[in-house]
């Protein structure tokens, strides 16, 4: 980590991402927030190691989290980290990436663990990025995140800026609580893995044994060696398929299941591909 400037303002960003949408969004922040003469660090907890240390919120002015949003909240790797925090009262913000579908609950349950945790959670965001299941055959949001979404990104910069320079201590207030409750939600989690019957795995005789996909993988859940992933530890993030060098990595086919989420969301593609990205404070 960088050290400390005590003239500026000091924000850690601690995000995860497993596909590279919430980096993306990241990266378009850490750069406008440079701009704003903004001492920022980023802090990438995506691989398993990352995810074993903690950090010391006392150094900072300010905590930017970054999360895709799986099973309509944070993802469990994350929101197990955050356990792990001691806020001491520290102003934070947080950011999304989704894919089109039930974000609501995901604003609302951070919001409640970040405060069980000591933290004053000032404004979160969302953003469109492509569904990762679009790599099994589902089309939500293909070309997200775009030029629209990082301009929103940047808004959010200059959003948290003023609040943290005015010393504003005003909590966002406006999510209301969820149909779902988060033993329900759990329950979702446990579903996705029935509609993705086979876990990422080697087809074909081209893998180049690189061990990438190992290496990268955030629950340690990947044997490059096999070619298989343990169904105990994978999340299905599907980083090992993004970041597969020979493209020999797969699920099964999820082509048929896409109109049949739109069905259950009751909407359209187009509708999906028209929504926009969201700041709330
Ligand atoms: C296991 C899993 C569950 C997901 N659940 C949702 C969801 O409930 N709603 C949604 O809109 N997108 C969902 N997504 C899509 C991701 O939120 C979206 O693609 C996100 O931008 C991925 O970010 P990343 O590229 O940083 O990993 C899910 C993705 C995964 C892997
Ligand atoms: S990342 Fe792809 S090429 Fe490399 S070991 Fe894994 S499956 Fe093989
Ligand atoms: S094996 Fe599972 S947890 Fe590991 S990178 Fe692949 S999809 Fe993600």
Known sequence: ????????????????SGTGNTEKIANIMKQKLT?????????????????????????????IFGFPIYSMRAPRVCRQWIEKLDGRGKKC????????????????????????HDF??????????????????????ESRPNQSDYTVAEDFCDIIYNKLM?????????????????????????????????????????????????????????DSVNGVADKDKCILCLRCIANCPEQVLRINDLSKTWNVKLQMHNTTKEEIDSLESRIFV
Not at 35 to 45: D, F, P
Not at 120 to 141: M, P, R, S
């Open 166 to 222: 005015s010393n504003n201590e005003c909590e966002v207030n406006q999510f209301d609580k969820p149909m779902f409750s988060e033993e329900q939600l759990d329950g979702f989690e446990k579903y996705r893995f029935k509609a993705v019957s086979q876990l990422p795995s080697r087809e074909g005789e081209s893998c180049s044994m690189c061990g990438l996909c190992e290496e990268l993988c955030p629950t340690k859940a990947m």
């Open 93 to 116: 913000f947080v950011f999304f990436t989704y894919g089109g579908f039930g974000k609501q609950p995901a604003h609302y349950y951070i919001k409640k663990l970040l405060n069980e």
């Open 120 to 141: 004053k959670l000032l404004g979160t965001a969302e953003f469109l990025g492509a569904h990762t299941f679009n790599y099994g055959g589902w089309q939500a949001v």
């Open 35 to 63: 701009e704003l003469n903004v001492n920022i660090e980023t802090y990438n907890i995506t691989s398993y190691d990352t995810r074993l240390e903690s950090i010391d919120v006392d150094k900072y002015d300010g905590v």
């Open 1 to 16: 980590m960088d050290s400390i400037d005590e003239n500026r303002l000091n924000i850690i960003m601690p995000f995860f």
